[in-house]
């Protein structure tokens, strides 16, 4: 879909945390399909739930595991 873009990116080492960024390129709210489990959206510091996240128009979430 290219109004939707979910990628995941962890970093190099030991203790090195994943990150999952879900990206909604469309003019209208979107239920987005990520992992499943529980997050902290690092921009906006609310808790979320896998395995679907809610994000805005034109909006992203930055997630980590909780």
């Known amino acids: ?3 939707a873009w979910i990628y995941r990116m962890s970093g190099c080492g ?14 209208v709210a979107r ?3 990520v992992q ?4 902290r959206d690092l ?16 909006s992203f979430r930055v997630l980590v595991a909780r």
């Open 1 to 3: 879909d290219p109004s």
């Open 14 to 27: 030991e203790g090195s945390v994943a990150v999952t960024v879900a990206i909604n390129r469309a003019d």
């Open 31 to 33: 239920t987005l399909d």
């Open 36 to 39: 499943a489990g529980q997050f």
């Open 43 to 58: 921009v906006g510091g609310d808790a979320v739930d896998g395995p679907s996240v809610s994000v805005a128009a034109r």
